[in-house]
């Protein structure tokens, strides 16, 4: 008598994923928390310092280029330069139109992939994080990019991955879209780490 398949979220390897998550966000506003104690005056003169430097359109590229490949700065940086400078005020607009560069990013990564799959360069750029990336793409389809859309695993390396495994672009768009609430989701949590800092100083 056959089983019937269980649920995507009911699989070892996807539960960990989001406990994983789960935990990692614990942590960043431990983290968080810590710092708007401890580093309230200094992080927010380095928020107006970064912003004075890169501006709006400069927020924008670093988001772009982290979420399309990997950078050694991770686009959630940008969130941290809004809520500590003067940008906080108009949070609203700038994170939902950082949320749809993201996804713009998720698009350019699967068609890089799509692109450059016969080639090296995806394991040069991404290095061992590929291989994870492809089993789980494998197994899980759209809900491996919706798993880097949503968690700490690096969402670049999912859609180039989907793109490298030739997924229809249709069977990217919802899961690329969660980067949207993804970004505001964590703007809240740092938003609220910092206020709760804040109350200590």
Do not use: C
């Not at 400069?58 to 940008?78: H, K, N, R």
């Not at 505001?184 to 740092?190: C, E």
């Amino acid at each position: 008598m056959n089983q019937e398949p269980k649920s995507s979220f009911e699989d070892p390897e996807i539960r960990s994923h989001i406990k994983g998550a789960i935990i990692s966000i614990l942590l960043l506003a431990a983290v968080l928390v810590a710092a708007g104690i401890w580093l309230d005056p200094q992080l927010k003169a380095l928020g107006r310092q970064v912003y004075d430097a890169m501006g709006i359109p400069g927020l924008t590229l670093l988001v772009y280029l982290g979420d399309s490949i990997i950078t050694p700065i991770p686009p959630d940086v940008a969130l941290v330069i809004i809520q500590r400078s003067g940008l906080s005020e108009n949070a609203g607009w700038l994170i939902t139109w950082l949320g749809v560069v993201s996804v713009l990013a998720g698009f350019t990564g699967w068609y890089l992939g799509h692109k450059l799959h016969d080639t090296s360069l995806p394991r040069r750029i991404f290095g061992p994080k590929l291989e994870s990336a492809e089993k789980m793409m494998k197994r899980f389809g759209p809900i491996a990019v919706a798993i880097g859309a949503l968690t700490p695993f690096p969402y670049s390396v999912t859609t180039w991955t989907a793109g490298m495994f030739n997924m229809p672009f249709k069977r990217m768009i919802l899961p690329t879209m969660l980067r949207i609430p993804r970004l505001w989701i964590y703007y809240w949590i740092l938003d609220g780490a910092f206020k709760i800092g804040e109350l200590f100083n």
